[in-house]
């Protein structure tokens, strides 16, 4: 199977995939597009994926799969090994949860184009734009913080001691954080997570300044 | 299994649990929380969901499941019929990738938290703020229109002729915009398999008119 991966090194639902594509083993073509420049709003962009964004994972016949997390779920269930969820249902609901935490309470609000409309329609500067950012990562990341922090599950990971969905998510917005350089301390239990993720190979290469795209 | 649903009538993400809780044809007590009363801010409320955040699932023995995408891919699980998800990977991402337009690019930029953060930090007004709602709406639901209307795998329902995650989101979704108005005519798509849905008595008892807590 050759796999190409439609991304662009900075996102982080495109660190997401590209660590998950490393956990199991699968090698890709790496294809970059630049946000800021529009090369994801093309005719022939749009005709692949409708709603003009990355990460897409295009299959030797063409097909294409969108959604980050959607995908990583498609990974998980057609190449098992390593898994990326628990066995047992309870498990599973944790991990997701945990991934959704990030996923649809923080990364929604704190990419590009949202930070180019609150820029253009509230006239967001810097300073604004990056306490809205911060405000976002904070309340979710303190609730994320007790949660891992109050429970028995997590271990060196955020669910036992192999990494999955959601340490994926969770190393994904940490370097997105750094975009606003928001640092870890506040959250010792993510920041410890964070730096084991950080020393593996398969997280490592799929971190937004080890890509070739990046500035 | 007796189920207690910690929720709130207009919540989107709290309709979608309910309509997931329906179509399993699972029973459950209904406990309303006023969001914006702060109901969920209490520290009784903080220790069981420290995200501070509807809808919970809580189980007889105490023990509860967060984020409603998470918890119906758990009941899904526990318990398989009517299946919410097809059986083959590739439909399986197709559902997933439908219902993330909606979970990770609609709601989470429109729920009561963010809409509240742009009036006291940009001062949006009534009209900023449904623009901002109906922004990215249209975002989105232009995309999803594209991609359920040009595909084949689309039935009655987003995915062939059986309800399941996509269409519990769309569902949601649709009421949530007739907050701000926003009618579904643009959509032809997404207004037949709405008014498919709205015909499953699963769905329209989910509905936010038809919950205890509505005003």
Known sequence: MTLRLHNFFRSSTSTRLRAALNLKGLGYEYVPYALRKGETRTPDYLAMNPAGLVPVLERADGTVLTQSLAIIEWLDERHPEPPLLPPDPDGRARVRSLAYMIACEIHPLNNLRVLGYIGETFGADEAATKAWFTHWVCETFDALEKTLSGSPETGGYCHGDAPGLADICLYA???????????????????????????????????????????
Chains 1, 2 share one sequence.
């Open 173 to 215: 917005q940490v370097w997105n954080n750094r975009r606003f350089d928001i640092e870890t301390e506040r959250w010792p239990t993510i920041a410890r997570i964070f730096a084991a993720l950080d020393a593996l190979p398969a997280f490592r290469d799929a971190a937004p300044p080890n890509q070739p795209d990046a500035a």
